[in-house]
């Protein structure tokens, strides 16, 4: 009977986003309902605990989670309305006249680049609309930028998912954030070979090996080197840059330098300040950190930028409440789904499934722990929501298995983010941006077989690397 009534938030989520299609501010809010009454009448818990606990979630989903990802929607924002974005997009699109080349800079490179800044659908969305916007055909173009997204979710939107999958289970950031790069490592190095597949099947990789691994290279070496230095905030940032920059000399080597040099300095300047910021952050002693939330220096960096370009500090203001406003339903969705992983959790809900999952699969489950991220991913259509779900539960599971938390909480993330390759969420922002509204199924049946491919694989690779850890 409790196992039943630990599993029916979950259900009752699931059942409200993909039967009723309710939205998911609302699915959540009637997941966190069936939450607090299976914590009360099943679980056993005090009803007196009950507003404390779900007070310990709300302020922890409004800082730091909520706060960063204001602040980095906020970034994009302000390039959009200063007119840097469309300077970005311009220089983007002209950097080579090979589709190939163009889709690894603008899906691999500035995709990337845009989950690390900003996450929530904008790594879908901008690609997409670039791609289509120089004469990519619409379809290949959502399915490029959904199967790029996957590896770089773990990073997206200045490293929430991995800062609040540490937080969820217990699990030390610093080694977190290197079990995720470990774990991640093949999918990533395949990421460029799987857009080029999505473009043109095996015909679009002939004679683009010395592409495709230097964009790997790229990717990889950087946001490596990042992890180690600064943590979690600019795997995906630093990574997405080495791309297009090692695709923007090669394509260009031999010809004049633009002259417009200045204004391509000029539309990129919110962005440079928030790495700096962050980069910075990364250096100071852990004592200092404590005190600086990455949200505060992503906001800053925003701000100081905007002002280089001449944006008013009016509005300024005006577009960072714009931002919150339009976003308000993703806000208050992350709020009610931590909301509801805290009750699960001090109700001893988790645990109560943590025991079953070990009963059901024993020594296996490692091969499972993705699949279970994947549909935390595929259900809100977040990496961040799917640790809240998820993380505490996987870590509970490693502990009655002797397994090694970190690897089982680095499997959820990376299931976060190839399950968002079929999420309703993604795809609908996919199409939108392409012009394809309507096509969604088409876009689902396209990525279903290559989300199989690629969960599999991942599983896989979780299953070898728990026989050695």
Do not use: H
């Not at 460029?192 to 990889?220: R, T």
């Not at 199409?431 to 896989?460: D, H, N, Q, Y």
């Amino acid at each position: 009977m409790i196992l039943i009534a630990s599993i029916m938030p979950i259900v009752a989520l699931l059942g409200a986003l993909t039967v009723f299609r309710l939205k998911a501010w609302q699915a959540s809010l009637a997941a966190l309902a069936v939450g607090v009454a299976s914590a009360v009448f099943a679980a056993g818990m005090p009803v007196c605990d009950i507003a404390p606990t779900m007070f310990s979630g709300l302020l922890f989903a409004l800082c730091p989670i909520c706060l960063v990802v204001l602040a980095a929607l906020f970034v994009y924002a302000v390039t959009t309305e200063s007119g840097a974005m469309s300077r970005i997009r311009s220089d983007l699109a002209s950097v080579s006249d090979d589709q190939r080349v163009l889709a690894l800079l603008i899906v691999w490179g500035f995709g990337n680049f845009m989950e690390g800044m900003a996450g929530f659908g904008t790594a879908v969305a901008i690609p997409a609309a670039i791609l289509v916007g120089v004469g990519f055909d619409p379809f290949k173009a959502v399915t490029m930028c959904l199967v790029a997204n996957t590896t770089s979710t773990a990073f997206g939107s200045v490293g929430v998912p991995l800062m609040t999958l540490s937080k969820e289970s217990g699990c030390d950031l610093a080694g977190l954030v290197q079990m995720t790069v470990f774990v991640q490592l093949a999918i990533t190095a395949a990421g460029p070979v799987l857009v080029l597949l999505m473009l043109g099947g095996f015909k679009a990789l002939k004679g683009m090996w010395g592409w495709l691994s230097a964009s790997s290279a790229a990717f990889l070496v950087p946001s490596m080197l990042a992890s180690c230095f600064f943590g979690c905030e600019l795997p995906d940032i630093v990574g997405g840059i080495g791309v297009m920059l090692v695709i923007t000399c090669v394509s260009r080597r031999g010809k004049q330098p633009s002259s417009a040099s200045g204004k391509v300095v000029w539309a990129w300047q919110p962005f440079v300040f928030v790495v700096l910021l962050l980069a910075i952050n990364g250096l100071l002693p852990q004592s200092f950190k404590r005190y600086i939330t990455p949200g505060a220096l992503v906001l800053t960096g925003g701000f100081v930028g905007a002002l280089a370009q001449g944006v008013r500090v009016k509005k300024l203001f005006s577009l960072l409440a714009d931002t919150f406003v339009r976003y308000l339903p993703a806000f208050a969705t992350i709020c009610l789904v931590v909301i509801l992983a805290r009750i699960m959790d001090e109700s001893d809900m988790i645990s109560v499934i943590a025991g079953a999952l070990v009963s059901l699969t024993g020594s296996a489950y490692p091969f499972f722990s993705a699949a279970l991220g994947a549909l935390g991913g595929f259900i809100t259509g977040s990496g961040t929501s799917s640790c809240v779900l998820f993380g505490r539960l996987q870590a509970e599971v490693a502990a009655a298995l002797n397994e090694s938390p970190s690897l089982l909480a680095a499997a959820n993330v990376m299931g976060a983010g190839i399950g968002k390759m079929i999420c309703p969420q993604s795809i609908a922002i996919g199409t939108a941006a392409a012009g394809l509204v309507g096509r969604e199924s088409e876009i689902f049946k396209r990525m279903l077989p290559w989300f199989f491919c690629v969960i599999l694989f991942a599983c896989a690779l979780v299953s070898v690397a728990a026989l050695f850890l």
